[in-house]
């Protein structure tokens, strides 16, 4: 079983949709959970970060984390097509150098 | 202002041909990451420097080498590249002070390497 496991998609919705966007893991010792998106031929950025379990929001986007199922998400609210971009879930244990990636989903809103 | 700058942004290589790739950061973060992405798959992290402390990745090839002369530079150096090699190679950032709220991995652009 992968560390970290994530739907690549693709996944394609209408402008102004919510979107869900999910991975689960299996190391319990996580304590520190990212959300990257990356542009076709860019670099991944920092959406949301987030210290275990609970929600965080940021405008249209809110993260959750549930340590108790080992499962983190983002929704996007309101989506546009400027969201299109690769997802990527991302997350570490306390006091180590290491992010462990899931492996991203693409997602394409259309206009 | 770019915080970490990854030059080239494009490199095209022979294969067989050694090739470096050049990574800085104007945020003196002392954690240094170089990793691998090829399409449609996540970021491999190929090796990191905590200060001047090289961390190998266990499946990292020995093709693969890297250098960090000073705090801000940090350089990644493909002996012999194969056509295996051709992947965007993404430098990455981070104080390390996870916990505090403040600090997260800053990702450069990406250099994408070419084999012919």
């Known amino acids: 079983q992968k560390e970290v496991e994530q739907d690549p998609g693709p996944l394609s919705v209408p402008e102004g949709a919510i979107v869900s966007l999910n991975c689960t893991y299996s190391n319990s010792a996580f304590q520190y959970f990212m959300w990257y998106r990356q542009y076709s031929r860019k670099g991944p950025e920092l959406l949301m970060y987030t210290y275990s379990s609970g929600n965080k929001e940021d405008g249209r986007f809110t993260a959750q984390v549930d340590k108790s199922s080992k499962y983190i998400s983002l929704f996007i609210r309101d989506s546009q097509p400027s969201d299109s971009a690769t997802y990527l879930c991302?997350?570490?244990?306390?006091?180590?150098?290491?992010?462990?990636f899931g492996k991203g989903t693409k997602l394409t809103v259309n206009p | 202002d770019a915080m970490v700058i990854q030059n080239p942004r494009y490199q095209v290589t022979q294969f067989g041909k050694p090739v470096t790739l050049s990574c800085s950061q104007t945020l003196n973060h002392n954690v240094m990451y170089w990793y691998q992405q090829k399409s449609s798959q996540a970021p491999k992290l190929l090796f990191h420097?905590?200060?001047?402390?090289f961390n190998n990745e266990a499946d990292t090839p020995d093709n693969f080498q890297s250098r960090r002369p000073n705090t801000s530079f940090c350089f990644l150096d493909i002996r012999s590249p194969g056509l295996g090699d051709a992947a965007m190679y993404l430098c990455?950032?981070?104080?390390?002070?996870w916990g505090s709220g403040a600090d997260t991995q800053y990702f450069g652009p990406g250099t994408r390497l070419t084999v012919l």
């Open positions: 420097y905590y200060d001047k402390d």
């Open positions: 991302a997350m570490i244990q306390g006091g180590s150098e290491k992010l462990v």
């Open positions: 990455a950032t981070t104080s390390n002070s």
